[in-house]
């Protein structure tokens, strides 16, 4: 007898077809793949939840008695979308255990290019530190309810990676030099901050940081 699909590996299945259809031109990688499926899925069902429903698929398809006129089930892509969401659950079991400071996050953040700061009232901790998928999933910037268009969205995002290359070069022309000095690098870190009123426009704060040298 056929094992009964789950709502929610049926809800994963069609999350993959659905990328898969709308690819165009080059082959798509697993990874893009992995995290568009989760985007896909985040407004419907957790990361655990992801995560078992990959699992099951995986078990199914190793099922000797499973029939061969039933619909092959896409292993590698199912695989990638399952290592994908560990790594998010991973990531965040480490944030909820993150008992830096603020002054920490922001000088730790000023060279940090996976992940963003958000500053957020109704969040615990208020202020953390998130990577970029989740941002986007977490405040969309297209839905009727987004607080920030996506041209904000970009900006936010240029804004950041422009001083992190401003201290990332400081840090290797001039860390030597100023270590002899200071052992400090100046720099800044960027805040995504959400107003505690409903439906107020985000905006963003920008904290000059000071950056130990690494001797």
């Known amino acids: 007898m056929e094992p009964v699909t789950t709502s929610s590996q049926l809800l994963l299945w069609e999350a993959i077809d659905q990328v898969r259809a709308a690819v165009k031109g080059p082959e798509l990688l697993l990874d893009d793949l992995a995290d568009c499926v989760v985007a896909l899925l985040s407004p419907s069902l957790s990361l655990q939840q992801i995560s078992d429903a990959a699992e099951g698929m995986l078990r199914m398809a190793e099922r000797p008695d499973r029939p061969a006129a039933a619909r092959p089930i896409p292993v590698i892509d199912v695989q990638a979308v399952l290592e994908r969401a560990l790594n998010f659950l991973d990531w965040q079991e480490l944030r909820d255990d993150d008992d830096r400071s603020d ?36 405040y969309p910037c297209r ?22 290359d401003a201290a990332l070069e400081s840090w290797e022309a001039d860390g030597e030099a100023m270590a002899d000095v200071s052992d400090l690098i100046e720099a800044k870190a960027m805040v995504l901050v959400v107003p505690q009123q409903p439906g107020q426009a985000l905006r963003t704060e920008l904290h000059d940081v000071l950056i130990p040298v690494e001797s």
């Open 103 to 138: 002054i920490q996050k922001l000088i730790d953040n000023a060279t940090d290019a996976d992940t963003v700061l958000v500053r957020d009232p109704s969040g615990t901790p208020v202020l953390q530190e998130i990577g970029i998928l989740e941002l986007l999933q977490r």
């Open 143 to 164: 839905s009727s309810e987004a607080r920030w268009s996506p041209d904000d969205a970009i900006a936010f995002l240029e804004t950041k990676t422009r001083w992190l």
